[in-house]
Structure formats: structure tokens, C-alpha cells
């Protein structure tokens, strides 16, 4: 089966740079997706690697590794509103079903002042 | 754009009742999926579908069935409800498209409150 990791708490100040670490495990990789989720609501869609590097959108940005099943999302410039749930997924190809995800448990991130 | 729609928001039901909880999509998307969200345990697959007729199992599906008789729509029944499906259901859906290019980004409903007693 799949195995995903992330950090279960993080606290961060407005204004700061934060990263979120997520490592998993899969035998047929096929990109790895990263959501945002706050209380009461439902998962947004933040950012999409399928290949290694860094993919930049405004304040948010993701990177990959395969060879080291490993992905961060880094959030700049933190906002009282970023306060939220970060979610780590991974599609892998082997699961069948067109496409199946695999989430990992979230990230709760508080930005305080 | 409706996007994903989900009903009803908030359910409480009796253990042993059943009811049907409704998904529906407005983007011609292939695939559709049901997941559950448990405190601590994250999002897990219930039921997927890739296209009209055509539906599988996930992670957790026991006590749940599901059909696809149209593209818009992926009803997730519950038979003999129990308190442990006491959760927060999410719907989403979204297209699949061949190829490493391909996002095939899943699209989330607002999901479903239901408590069992």
C-alpha cells in the first residue's frame, strides 16, 4: 500500500516563510498533489508536481524529489487567512481506477501575530 | 459554475435507518469519488467511479453502495447506517486524461455532516 507523511501541528507568524514536509511512499508514482482545507470546509486544490523541481505559484510554492519520495509546500508572506489544514496527496499510476489519490493525514497550520 | 454539489449538508440519522446521500457535477468530468473524513485519519476513498456504468471499491467500503447511471450524478447509499459512519463524506470529481501532463485535479464538494445515533 501507500504511505503518506506530514506533520500533524506547525505554528508559524504572520509575515514569515513556513514549510510543510510531506514524504510517502509508492510504487508507481504518478504526481502528488497538495490541498488547502479550512475548518468546515472543503479541500481546494493549491498545487500540482509530477516532476522533480519547484513549482511556483504566488505566495505558494511546491517542490518534488521522486528519488526521495519527498515534497514540501512553502507559504510566504503568511496570512492570519493561510490558517488552515495542508493536505498532501499522491496519485499513483499502479491503483487502477484513472484517479485514485491517496491523502495523507493534514497539516494543521496556525499563523499567529 | 455550481461545480461539485452536494445534499443535504447535515444529516443526523438512527442506527439501522438508511438514506442516500447525492453528489452531482456540472463539468462533464469522468471520474467521480467518495471519501470520508475522520479526525486524525484524513481523507479515505469510499467508492470511485470512472464514467457512467462503471463504479469500483476504495479504501472503506463496507456499508456503503454506490451507481452511476449518469455523468452527473454519483449517489453514495447508506444501507443500515451505524455509528461509526458518523463522519464528514466528501464528493469529487474531476476529468482523466492520459499523459504526465495531465493535472486531472479533483474538485471537491462542500461536503456532508452526518451523525448516526
Known amino acids: 500500500g501507500q504511505n503518506i507523511d506530514q506533520p500533524t501541528e506547525m505554528t508559524a507568524t504572520e509575515g514569515a516563510i513556513v514549510q510543510i514536509n510531506c514524504t510517502y511512499q509508492?510504487?508507481?508514482?504518478?504526481?502528488l498533489f497538495w490541498y488547502q482545507q479550512h475548518a468546515g470546509e472543503a479541500p481546494t486544490f493549491l498545487s500540482y508536481?509530477?516532476?522533480?523541481g519547484l513549482e511556483e505559484k504566488g505566495r505558494f510554492s511546491s517542490f518534488l524529489s521522486r528519488s526521495k519520495g519527498y515534497s514540501y509546500l512553502l507559504l510566504k508572506e503568511l496570512q492570519m487567512k493561510d490558517s488552515a489544514s495542508y493536505l498532501c496527496?499522491?496519485?499513483?499510476?499502479?491503483?487502477?481506477?484513472?484517479?485514485?489519490?491517496?491523502f495523507g493525514t493534514g497539516t494543521q497550520l496556525k499563523v499567529e501575530l | 459554475n455550481a461545480g461539485v454539489t452536494q445534499t443535504p449538508k447535515f444529516q443526523v440519522l438512527k442506527t439501522g435507518q438508511s438514506m442516500t446521500l447525492q453528489c452531482a457535477q456540472d463539468?462533464?468530468?469522468?471520474?467521480m469519488s467518495w471519501y470520508r473524513q475522520d479526525p486524525g485519519m484524513g481523507l479515505r476513498l469510499i467508492h470511485y467511479?470512472?464514467?457512467?456504468?462503471?463504479?469500483d471499491q476504495g479504501e472503506v467500503p463496507n456499508g456503503y453502495n454506490v451507481s452511476r447511471s449518469t455523468t452527473e450524478d454519483f449517489p453514495l447509499r447508506l444501507l443500515s447506517a451505524a455509528p461509526s459512519q458518523t463522519s464528514v463524506y466528501f464528493c469529487?470529481?474531476?476529468?482523466?486524461?492520459?499523459?504526465?501532463?495531465?493535472?486531472?485535479?479533483?474538485?471537491f464538494g462542500a461536503g456532508t455532516r452526518l451523525s448516526v445515533l
Open positions: 469529487a470529481s474531476s476529468s482523466i486524461r492520459m499523459g504526465r501532463a495531465a493535472k486531472n485535479i479533483q474538485y
Open positions: 509508492t510504487s508507481g508514482f504518478n504526481g
Open positions: 508536481n509530477v516532476l522533480d
Open positions: 496527496a499522491v496519485r499513483d499510476i499502479g491503483r487502477g481506477g484513472g484517479n485514485k489519490l491517496t
Open positions: 463539468m462533464n468530468h469522468e471520474y
Open positions: 467511479s470512472v464514467g457512467a456504468g462503471i463504479t
